[in-house]
């Protein structure tokens, strides 16, 4: 299998289900850091079969939101001296404020800039969001 150097310090996003490393790539706008970041695809992963990774070479306030938002299988791994100093579990975020749009196209946040999006997770097998202006729900796309 393809190796890639391990980092010294930073922080490597792993167990990124195959096709969506590119998205979280640009979500987090990794495109846009001064740092090293390596964006690995199509790895070979026990776990996964197949699997992406996000390398970047700096400790970075990764939205965790955002992550468990795209895939919940992620780790999020801390890197210190070449050693994994912490692992971070993502969950499906219960609240979410702002990153995404109501799909109610008469909410008040879809028509005034200024009042942002604020969503309940609702738990009933998908993952789907209740506005708390409109109560109307909407289900998380990439
Ligand atoms: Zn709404």
Partial sequence: MLEVTGIKRGIVID???SGK??????????DKMNTPVVLLINVSSNRL???DIIKIQEHIDVDLT???LIDQNITVNIIEDEKIVEKVK?????????LFTCKNPRCITTIDECAKPEFTLIPNGKIQYQCSYCEELTEYKL
């Fill in 15 to 17: 167990h990124i289900s």
């Fill in 21 to 30: 490393g590119l998205k979280i790539f640009q979500k987090l706008n990794l």
């Fill in 49 to 51: 079969g197949r699997k």
């Fill in 66 to 68: 955002m992550l468990g």
């Fill in 90 to 98: 993502i969950n499906i975020p219960k609240k979410v404020i702002g």
